[in-house]
């Protein structure tokens, strides 16, 4: 397997223009073609992105594709990854990934046994912030971490026009702030903090034109001894140009001292004993242009980096296991009130 990696798009709802654009712009792939069940849709994102709009999902397993990338909803993605599962393959499939754990499992087995790499778009921990906040983490400078809390505000759930002109599945989610937002921390957290041992949730529904809950806490304890806090509210917002720029805000207390993350992706550091704090450059490229500073760019290059032999491949199918273990799991602690143990 050889650059320009052939890249087809499967499901053309509202995140996938964040897809398209990235391939569009990584010089290593070519875009080959699209796909949705709504014909309208595909021919016209075909026509904007200059490629090949694909008749039907039997039409896609024709072409000779390196990646497949997934874009379409959790009911799709078994008999999608059934179909394009092959030797060498790429599938980056979003999240959440399929509908169930016992699904997520043998999906996963599926693609292992047939020698494909499955991927799950799991795009906070490529935002740029938390890439430099891993830094710091692995360079030792905030000693051991004692706790990290992040505040999810995107103030975007209000009224009864709620997700409307956006993403109006969510009104219909049964379970919307954890399983399909928080389960971006759940990840994010084990990738900064590492496995993630107990979960406690306690979880409420603010918008009553909505199914699901959209306000909640998640309190974590990880096998290093960090404790985490997802405190999520949809209807509260946040100090920002951009509100669904980084979600929210986040702060990591530690042997050393305090680093913190505001709403413009700013990192600031307060040494343990100081008053005053000092903000730290992100040394990887912010794209205030696009969704999380770019981030599905950088997920789709780290993919082709992997590809091209450069880089280890994060969140695979397998790996990604834990966070669904963990989500199912704040779901029990929510609905009996008891700390639940993985």
């Known amino acids: 397997m050889a650059a320009p990696y052939k890249v087809a798009v499967i499901g053309l709802g509202y995140f996938s223009q964040f897809h398209l654009d990235a391939w569009r712009d990584i010089a290593d792939t070519e875009l080959c073609g699209v796909f ?23 039409d896609i397993a024709c072409e000779q594709l390196d990646i497949v990338d997934i874009v379409a909803p959790p009911p799709a ?11 060498g393959r790429v599938i980056i499939c979003q999240k959440p990934f399929c509908t169930s754990l016992k699904e997520a499992e043998a999906v996963a087995a599926l693609a292992k046994e047939r020698g494909c790499t499955l991927i799950i778009h799991e795009n906070f921990r490529f935002q740029p912030w938390y890439r430099e906040i891993k830094s710091v983490l692995e360079s030792g400078k905030l000693g051991h971490v004692y706790q990290a809390r992040f505040a999810l505000r995107p103030g975007d759930g209000r009224g009864e026009d709620a997700y409307l002109s956006r ?35 306690d979880i409420e529904k603010l918008n009553p034109v909505l199914a699901g809950e959209d306000s909640g806490v998640m309190l974590m304890q990880h096998t290093t001894g960090t404790r985490t806090m997802l405190d999520g509210n949809r209807l509260l917002d946040h100090a920002a140009e951009n509100t669904r720029h980084t979600m929210g805000e986040m702060e990591i207390e530690a042997e050393n001292g305090t680093l913190r993350l505001d709403g413009f992706g700013k990192i600031t550091m307060r040494k343990f004993g100081e008053l005053n704090w000092s903000e730290l450059p992100v040394s990887e490229p912010i794209d205030d242009t696009r969704f ?15 590809l091209n032999g450069t880089t280890k491949f994060e969140n695979t199918a397998a790996e ?7 989500t199912d799991a704040a779901y029990i602690s929510a609905e009996t009130a008891t700390k639940q143990t993985l």
């Open 320 to 326: 990604y296991l834990s966070v669904i273990r963990v």
């Open 36 to 58: 949705d069940l709504d014909e309208v849709r595909t021919q016209g994102i075909a026509a904007e992105y200059r490629t090949k709009a694909f008749r039907s999902v039997e």
């Open 167 to 201: 993403q109006p599945a969510f009104r219909a989610m049964e379970r919307l702030l954890i399983h399909e937002t928080g389960v971006h921390f759940v990840d994010l957290f084990q990738f900064l903090f590492g496995d993630i041992q107990s979960v406690y949730a």
């Open 292 to 306: 999380g500073g770019g981030c599905v760019e950088t997920l789709n290059r780290h993919v082709v980096a992997a």
């Open 77 to 87: 993605h078994k008999a999608l990854i059934e179909t394009f599962a092959s030797d």
